[in-house]
């Protein structure tokens, strides 16, 4: 008896967004996502070896210089 039941989660829910109403919790929530995928990426680059970065930025380079000279 000591948990909580799917009822008292659908009150709580509606009074949240009696509370804030659902366009503020949809801009919450998108801007929770959005940190989310930037500490996602923000890992990944921190995993990869600064080698591969380096010829990542070498490659990039020499693609906008072909742009350039076409």
């Not at 909580?4 to 929530?29: C, D, E, H, P, Y």
């Not at 959005?34 to 990542?56: I, R």
Request: a neutral charge; glycine letters at 10%.
């Amino acid at each position: 008896m000591g948990g909580i039941s799917i009822w008292q989660l659908v009150v709580i829910a509606v009074i949240v967004i009696l509370l804030f109403g659902t366009k503020k919790l949809r801009n919450m929530g998108g801007d929770l996502g959005s940190a989310v995928k930037g500490f996602k990426k923000a890992m990944n680059e921190e995993d990869k070896p600064e080698s591969l970065t380096d010829d990542t930025q070498k490659s990039t380079q020499t693609t906008e210089k072909e742009k350039e000279q076409a």
